[in-house]
C-alpha cells in the first residue's frame, strides 16, 4: 500500500474552514483515499473516501488533485467537536487483500 | 442501531495470564478486522477475516497472539502468556464489503501489570 505523508498538527478558529492535506504521491491507479478521525478514548470514525473525482457529504468535502498526488480534506465550519486526530489513508479496495494501515495523522485543534 | 460492541471495556491482567477480547460487529458485515493503538500511538493492523476466506494474519506480533470467527460473526482475540508490552487498546472493526467503511468499536483497554 502506497504511504501518506500529514502534518502532525494544525489549528483552526471554530467556524472557519479547516483544510487538512494529504500527500500521497506514490499511490496506485486502483487505490482510494480514505479519511478517518479518532476523537480521544474513541474508535475512529469514517469521514469520507474518494478514489479520482471529489466528494463531498454531510461531514466534509474531499478534494483530490489531477495527478491524484495529493488530497486536501476539508471541514467547513469546524467545530469544537470536531478536534480529533485525522487520518488520511491509500488503499486499495474490492479484494481479499483489503486492510487499511494507519498512519501518525494529523492532530487537529478547533480553538473557541 | 447496534455499532460495533467490544468488551470487556476494560482488562487488568497479571504477566503471564491470557486473556480473550470479544468483538460483536455489525450485523451482515463479512469483514472484520483487530487493530491495536499503544499510547500515543497510530493504529497498529493485526488481523483481518473476509467472509470465508483465510484470514489475513501478516500483523500478528509473535505466535502468542491468534483470533478466530466463529460463524462469519464474532470474533476473539486471544493473547496468551501476556507481557507488559501487551498492553494497548484492541479496536475491532466491521465492514460490509471490501472497501466499503470500517465501522469501529471503542476498543478494549488492556493493562498487563
Known amino acids: 500500500d502506497a504511504k501518506t505523508t500529514q502534518p502532525t498538527s494544525m489549528d483552526c478558529a471554530e467556524g472557519r474552514a479547516a483544510n487538512l492535506p494529504c500527500n500521497h504521491s506514490t499511490i496506485s491507479g486502483n487505490e482510494y483515499v480514505y479519511w478517518y478521525r479518532q476523537i480521544h478514548s474513541q474508535g475512529p470514525q469514517y469521514i469520507i473516501h474518494g478514489l479520482k473525482n471529489n466528494e463531498t457529504n454531510e461531514m466534509a468535502s474531499l478534494i483530490i488533485t489531477e495527478d491524484r498526488k495529493s488530497s486536501t480534506l476539508i471541514l467547513p465550519h469546524a467545530t469544537l467537536r470536531d478536534t480529533a486526530v485525522y487520518y488520511c489513508i491509500v488503499s486499495r479496495g474490492g479484494d481479499s487483500s483489503y486492510k487499511l494501515i494507519f498512519g501518525s495523522g494529523t492532530r487537529l485543534l478547533v480553538r473557541p | 442501531g447496534a455499532g460495533v460492541s467490544q468488551s470487556p471495556s476494560n482488562k487488568v491482567t497479571e504477566k503471564g495470564k491470557d486473556v480473550e477480547l470479544r468483538c460483536d460487529p455489525i450485523?451482515?458485515?463479512?469483514?472484520l478486522y483487530w487493530y491495536r493503538q499503544s499510547l500515543g500511538q497510530g493504529l497498529e493492523f493485526l488481523i483481518y477475516?473476509?467472509?470465508?476466506?483465510?484470514?489475513?494474519k501478516s500483523g500478528l506480533p509473535s505466535d502468542r497472539f491468534s483470533a478466530e470467527r466463529t460463524g462469519g460473526s464474532v470474533s476473539t482475540l486471544t493473547i496468551q502468556r501476556t507481557q507488559q508490552e501487551d498492553s494497548a487498546v484492541y479496536l475491532c472493526a466491521s465492514s460490509a464489503l471490501g472497501n466499503s467503511p470500517l465501522h469501529f468499536g471503542n476498543g478494549t483497554r488492556l493493562t498487563v501489570t
Open positions: 477475516f473476509q467472509g470465508n476466506s483465510a484470514p489475513d
Open positions: 450485523s451482515g458485515h463479512t469483514a
